[in-house]
């Protein structure tokens, strides 16, 4: 039986095929590592992934996962105050605190839950939050959410433009918090937030600063701490929300980082937090694990941010025009939606993964095959990757 809902719903599944901008899921038979098995593909070059510091299939970090398993069991069966909370995830919020340079942290299911949190538990009705304009969107989310539970007032300030910022901070006289909130990369970008700056103008205006690492935790400084250590300032962001679910072995889960009494507040009142059964423990184990394994093993950064530099100057070598950056996202734009998917299909083709990006993930315009380089990859992947690219690019008439 149809009904209007069912109608609308097929008809404009089907003008998403016709547009070519229909997206079709691809099953994965092997763990998530540099190169994979693909359902009806075999093996393919994976380039797509969040597995920055390839420890989804580390030995060691799916032993610990295994190991909480073993000993907490499948589920939390509860939510953290009332019997969710087991001591894998008091270890795991002790080491995600050191990893970032703060006095504490506290777990989320994800990061989105996470980022849901800070705004609407934090701020009144008489307080402000401004949010870059590429942010991602678990923050546009929750800066809607605050808006409408705590009625705080929100605003977005133009991508990196610290004027903009500045200004609209001054303006906020009757503001009794003001917070600022950014990524520290952008994810669709691969660029880095003008960290120093946008903390100098928070300092002149008395503003909270927020900063959501997700793709900065392990990407980012010499050992991986992230945004503040890329830029010398451990110890100096007001607020981290970061992600497990990428670097930190590609699981799932997130985190917020920060002061004692803000984490202890944010237990008290993050309806995120209280409504919903706590991070399985054997995701706290394996997270805890990958954090213990990058703290022993800064290397592995460094091998990512070489495969990054390599894959990005020989994209350019090619032909290509991948966004600038230093981050291991290396965009390839193409303009409409259809080009990218069509790239993606052709790519995958000639075994190598990498999706395409379009409305409504990127602006109108904007679309392109985001790259993802891991420190899993060899140079061969690399090369192999390259040579796909190579291919497809001439095919297409782009290179």
């Known amino acids: 039986m149809s009904n209007s809902l069912d109608t609308r719903i097929h008809a404009e599944l089907a003008q998403f095929k016709r547009d070519g901008v229909y997206k079709r899921l691809n099953y994965l038979a092997s763990p998530q590592d540099a190169r994979v098995e693909m359902e009806g593909r075999g093996s393919v070059i994976i380039l797509s992934s969040n597995n920055y510091l390839g420890l989804s299939n580390e030995p060691s970090v799916v032993a610990a996962g295994k190991a909480a398993l073993d000993r907490y069991g499948a589920g939390t069966g509860s939510v953290r105050f009332i019997c969710g909370t087991f001591a894998i995830h008091r270890e795991l919020e002790a080491a995600c605190a050191r990893l970032v340079g703060t006095d504490a942290s506290l777990s989320f299911v994800s990061c989105w839950n996470a980022n849901e949190a800070v705004p609407g538990t934090l701020l009144t009705e008489h307080d402000l939050i401004l949010s870059d304009q590429l942010n991602h969107a678990s923050i546009i989310d929750g800066l809607r959410l605050a808006k409408s539970i705590t009625k705080c007032q929100t605003g977005v300030y133009r991508h990196g433009d610290l004027d903009d910022l500045r200004a609209k901070l001054a303006a906020a006289t009757d503001r009794r918090v003001k917070m600022v ?49 890329h830029f010398g300032m451990v110890g ?164």
């Open 181 to 229: 909130i950014t990524d520290g990369v952008f994810s669709m970008e691969g660029a880095i937030a003008k960290l120093p700056d946008i903390a100098t103008i928070c300092r002149e205006h008395g503003a909270v600063l927020v900063v959501d690492d997700s793709h900065s935790t392990g990407v980012l400084g010499r050992t991986g701490r992230g945004t503040a250590e």
């Open 236 to 399: 100096q962001v007001d607020i981290i929300t970061s992600t497990l679910g990428k670097a930190l072995g590609g699981a799932a889960g997130g985190f917020v980082a920060g002061s004692a009494a803000l984490c202890d507040y944010l237990t008290q009142r993050a309806r995120p937090q209280l409504f919903s059964n706590a991070l399985p423990a054997t995701v706290a184990g394996s997270a805890l694990a990958s954090i213990e394994f990058l703290e022993a093993h800064p290397e592995r950064v460094t091998r990512l941010r070489e495969n990054a530099t390599y894959f990005r100057e020989q994209l350019l070598g090619l032909g290509f025009a991948p966004l600038a950056g230093e981050t291991p996202i290396i965009p390839v734009i193409l303009g409409e939606t259809s080009a990218a998917i069509r790239m993606s299909d052709m790519l995958l083709d000639e075994g190598v993964f990498v999706t395409g990006f379009g409305f409504p993930v990127v602006p109108q315009g904007q679309a392109r095959v985001r790259c993802q380089v891991s420190a899993a990859h060899t140079r061969a992947d690399l090369d192999e990757a390259l040579a796909a690219f190579k291919k497809v690019g001439t095919k297409l008439g782009l290179i």
